[in-house]
């Protein structure tokens, strides 16, 4: 499929880039969006002005989208999660702080606690036991292949490679299993206190690695 | 709690917390202790950072779904978001000064405002006081503003629909005293509740809006200070949250029509 991403780029228009692509008609304000920085798309938004929605939307929410299905394993609710957080950006732009951070940080945060939210919501009528054993089954070979471009997927790849087993296990069942931290530790039978410092210490550990990589963590548009 | 105990027992969960994986009342306490420990706000930030880069895209953003978020940014029936209606309050659509009633001013600048994108707003120094009732009421010192010779007079109307709908009815009154002092006096706002206020709107021709103060939630006769207006080119006002916003986050409640300097 040719995604935004795709079709704001190309000029070649897909059967739906009359519907799909928002804001064709005003070619000029595409262009300034593609190379605006998080700052100043989220002034366009605060403008109302579509465009610059679907520029933040073209530039992050593929990952959004994923993070959201890796988490609720259902592409139904990830849709449902990607739209909540590209609908709320459009009406609570000043939400966005660009001082504390960059604008995928500030999205893929949101999309990850509402994720967790329906995640627990939906914690009664799920057996959750039986998506634990997956989970725990599983857990150890999937954040290697998902790093969100591949100019810097390699460069991700080797710093979480790099990290100690433990502390990966304990990320990836938090952050992609939606556990708390308590749970994880009850389903590896480790103390919580030690889970909790794992978690902390992976992700300081991740980010001194991912520096050392080369990968700007605090990474915004150009 | 001893507070740097606190501080520690936060530390300790915050990679937790940035991955949202903390009980409820956990969250509780490390969010108020976020609120006054920027080096916590600091640490979080940087996990956040991490946790984001975790994730990829995998693929590119789904056009489909794209042209459902689209569906939703304007519901048809709702009003349009704040920025919208302000742009086209600003475009002329709204009624004249009622203080200059002679002719229609088309103040020439009035398109560009719409089309400036610059939307840093700036929270003026604002100096909003109800007025002092020794000797009279918020009420009558309002009206002698209205009598005085110098003042001018700024109606407040509702908005309809940008497009069509129900003719602007006039809710407050702005009077301006020749000093900057000004009142606004209030028809037909109807109260809010405790938590809210309605909060009034300077939109300057640069394209920045203003706050000249909160009126509070049940607006009688308001004295606000209009430090400089020479740079308005209308006002408007909203209804917030009760401490008021630095950018106006409703679709206003009341707008004036263009002003001229």
């Not at chain 1, 304000?29 to 002034?43: E, H, N, P, S």
């Not at chain 2, 939703?72 to 742009?87: F, H, I, K, S, T």
Request: with cysteine; charged share 25%; hydrophobic share 40%.
């Amino acid at each position: 499929m040719t995604g935004p991403g795709r079709g704001l780029k190309d000029p070649s228009p897909g059967p739906t880039s009359s519907t799909a692509l928002p804001g064709t008609e005003d070619p000029v304000a595409m262009l300034d969006y593609q190379t605006a920085t998080d700052a100043g798309i989220v002034v366009g938004i605060a403008r109302c002005h579509e465009p610059a929605l679907a520029e933040a939307y073209r530039r992050h929410g593929g990952s959004v989208h994923t993070l959201a299905r890796r988490v609720l394993r259902s592409a139904t609710l990830a849709d449902e999660v990607t739209q909540e957080v590209f609908v709320e950006l459009w009406r609570d732009p000043e939400r966005f702080d660009p001082g504390r951070g960059a604008l995928r940080t500030f999205l893929m945060t949101k999309a990850h606690s509402r994720a967790v939210d329906l995640l627990r919501s939906e914690a009664a009528r799920r057996t959750r036991e039986e998506r634990t054993v997956r989970e725990t089954a599983t857990a150890g070979y999937d954040i290697e292949h998902h790093a969100w471009d591949l100019a810097v997927a390699d460069r991700v790849k080797e710093a979480v490679n790099t990290l100690p087993a433990d502390e990966r296990t304990a990320i990836e069942m938090a952050y992609f299993g939606g556990h708390t931290y308590r749970e994880v530790a009850s389903l590896l039978g480790e103390p919580e206190g030690t889970v909790k410092s794992r978690i902390r210490s992976g992700l300081r550990r991740l980010r001194a690695l991912m520096v050392q990589h080369g990968v700007e963590t605090a990474w915004t548009e150009p | 709690m001893d507070r740097a105990v606190n501080h520690e027992n936060v530390a300790e969960l915050l990679g937790a917390y940035a991955l949202d994986a903390v009980d409820a009342d956990e969250a509780a306490t490390i969010e108020a202790h976020l609120n006054e420990c920027p080096r916590c706000v600091a640490e979080l930030t940087q996990h956040r950072e991490v946790a984001a880069l975790l994730a990829n895209a995998g693929s590119d953003a789904s056009a489909e779904l794209w042209d459902r978020i689209a569906a939703r940014l304007a519901p048809p029936g709702n009003p349009p978001p704040a920025a919208v209606v302000l742009d086209a309050a600003l475009a002329g659509a709204l009624p004249r000064r009622v203080s200059e009633r002679r002719r229609r001013a088309r103040w020439s600048a009035v398109g560009a405002i719409g089309a400036v994108a610059a939307a840093v707003i700036a929270l003026l120094a604002v100096q909003v006081g109800r007025l002092d009732n020794r000797l009279t009421t918020p009420d009558q010192q309002a009206q002698a503003a209205l009598r005085s010779p110098g003042a001018d007079l700024v109606a407040l109307k509702t908005i309809g629909p940008v497009t069509g709908g129900s003719a602007p009815t006039t809710v407050a009154d702005l009077v301006i005293l020749p000093s900057g002092s000004a009142y606004v006096i209030n028809h037909r706002l109807p109260d809010l509740g405790a938590d809210r206020t309605y909060q009034l709107w300077g939109l300057e021709r640069g394209g920045r809006t203003v706050s000249f103060g909160l009126l509070g939630n049940k607006p009688g006769a308001v004295a606000v200070t209009l430090a400089d207006r020479s740079s308005i080119g209308a006002y408007a006002v909203t209804a917030e949250p009760a401490g008021g916003v630095v950018r106006p986050s409703h679709t206003p409640v009341a707008v004036s029509g263009p002003q001229r300097v």
